[in-house]
């Protein structure tokens, strides 16, 4: 239930004396910096959770340890005190193994890179080929850039708040603005975007047992593009995402096309693609998944959106029998042929390749081409800069 009975449970199985326990519980809550979370696993966001878990693995110091995508929910300052800790780990001579799609931290990390295929080993490089790897080798096996992915330029949103990020702190977008009080403020919207309407946010607060973890006094979400939603782990991304799908209670006001959206009619227009995608797969095959999810103009579309993301060899699968990655892009599937006006992707693109990356967002530039407000939470770089149109930067509140 909490993050010290979490951390302390492999070494209660070892037997370890609880005066050893309490102390390497507090090395390890120092070491991945959990003391400024507060208590309960349920209660912590995605990346948090992942936080938790990594620390947990490695409490009771085993000789080898296994990662499984452990960066897919991790902010760029999450990766980084992930790779101090792997390093310190390598040091000590642990076997790391590591399977990954973001490949940049471990260029400084990893001894040995084996790309597989089909259950096979296809290529194998030591630390001393890394250097002579290109873009080019890289994009040909599928896999992404073994170098750090540049922060993403794009103009931010509409949008103002004690949860906001502000425009100005971001060096690249103050002369686009010329704001120089708190607001991020790029002129709402030109044109057809003005005219497709879209998610106005209103005095949006929302608190859990008394502390508050998101409060945006205005923000513009318009319809047609894909806004991007980033910020660090636990700046209320996935909060203001179930704001927006009628799942959370808060106060204020949400808006669509100029007027106001009950929860319960944001809960039938909205379609989310949540953060652990296991939890919204319900049928026994692919198929059958994505016809619970489509609307009736949609279905038609369902053979092509298939193949675009390259899940038609799948049909009759059942979903829980795919790959991480393949699930995910199973409930992108599903979103796209919903039919609903506000559609949220929150962190699509773990377990998802390079090649993928792509299907992914032409799946997402064609929601938002039908006229739906869109909206992309991520801390995954690559995707960002393929998909964002704008961006809504998310800081926790202290
Ligand atoms: N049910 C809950 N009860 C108590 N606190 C919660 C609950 N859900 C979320 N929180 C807290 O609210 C804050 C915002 O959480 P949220 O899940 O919105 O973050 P996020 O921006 O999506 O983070 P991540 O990048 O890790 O997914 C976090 O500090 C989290 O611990
Ligand atoms: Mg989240």
Redesign the pocket.
Known sequence: DTIDTELAFALENFGTPPERIRERVREVVTEFRLGE?DG?L???????QQRVACAAAVTHGPPALLLDEPTS?L?PQGIADLTAVLRHLRERGTTLVIAEHRLHYLRELADRIVVMQDGRVAKEWSRDEFPGLTEEMMREEGLRSLDAPERIHVAPAFGYGPSVQPAETRPEDTESTGESGGATAVAPAAGGEAAGGGVVLRGIRCA??G?P??DITEAHLPAGVITAVT??????????ARVLAGLQRHSGEVLLDGRTMSRSRRQRETAIVM?DVQRQLFTDSVTAELRLGAVPEQAGHAATVLADLDLDRFDERHPLSLSGGQQQRLVVATARLSGRRVVIF??PSSGVDRRHLQSMTRTMRDVAEGGAVVLL?S?DADLLALAADRELR?R?IR
Do not use: C, M, W, Y
């Open positions: 979370l309960r349920r209660e912590l966001s995605g990346g948090q929910n902010s859990f047992r502390r973890v998101l910020g660090p782990n636990g700046a209320g991304k996935t909060t203001l953060q929150d962190e939470i801390h998310l926790p």
